[in-house]
């Protein structure tokens, strides 16, 4: 069965600085995609970046980064120059398949220190 | 605006009085899906549909049912509810299996 661990459950970084959060899968399936999310205080969940197991370079979205390691089965974030607004669980995700389901890590606790 | 729509945001209820939470998008998605959370847990599936009459279970979907009569809509229903179905649950959709899904704002449930 597949499934997603995150072994951080709670992060500090200091303003202006990178951070890297933790994401391993583990699947026999070639074909999956892996999402990370966002969620703030206020509990929404929002969508921050999207890398597929054929994509041959790691997806970047503005300060957000994938750091995608086939081999190792890893799909860590990477959030570059950190602020405040940063401060959330995140959640790594993953989709097996066609339409199935999609699984996801217990989340890491991010606080950014001013 | 594209959204996923879920009510209500808050509900308090009493063991065994049934329940529903309504989800509805407005994207013409094909593929729904219920997840709750729970702290240390992350987040877990309940039900999710590939299509109108095409619905399946997730990873906890004891206690829970689902319906998809209509492409937009997709609730949750607790025909008998207890207390450890107190969570914050998610309904969610996306348009394909490359695109993310699309959450609602939550419904924090609490059975007492």
């Known amino acids: 069965a597949q499934k997603i661990t995150q072994t951080q459950p709670g992060m500090f970084v200091q303003e202006k600085e990178a951070v890297t959060l933790d994401c391993t899968y583990d699947?026999?399936?070639?074909?999956?995609?892996l999402f990370w999310y966002k969620q703030p205080s206020s509990g929404e969940m929002i969508f921050l970046i999207y890398q597929g197991s054929y994509d041959q370079q790691n997806a970047t979205e503005g300060r957000y980064s994938l750091n995608f390691q086939k081999a190792r089965k890893s799909a860590n974030l990477v959030i570059s120059a950190s602020q405040l607004g940063d401060s959330a669980m995140y959640f790594c995700?993953?989709?097996?398949?066609?339409?199935?389901?999609?699984?996801f890590g217990t989340g890491t606790k991010l606080q950014v220190i001013p | 605006e594209a959204q996923v729509t879920q009510n209500p945001r808050y509900l308090i209820t009493v063991t065994g009085k049934k329940l529903t939470v309504t989800c509805s998008q407005n994207m013409n998605h094909e593929y729904m899906s219920w997840y709750r959370q729970d702290p240390g847990l992350g987040l877990r599936q309940i039900y999710y549909?590939?299509?109108?009459?095409?619905?399946d279970k997730g990873d906890v979907p004891e206690g829970y049912k689902v319906s998809r009569k209509e492409k937009r809509n997709f609730p949750l229903i607790l025909e008998s509810p207890s207390p450890n179905q107190t969570s914050l649950y998610f309904c969610a959709s996306r348009a394909d299996y490359n695109s993310p899904l699309h959450f609602g704002n939550g419904t924090r449930l609490t059975v007492t």
């Open positions: 699947t026999s399936d070639p074909s999956y995609g």
């Open positions: 549909s590939m299509n109108v009459e095409v619905t």
């Open positions: 995700a993953m989709r097996l398949g066609g339409y199935q389901k999609v699984t």
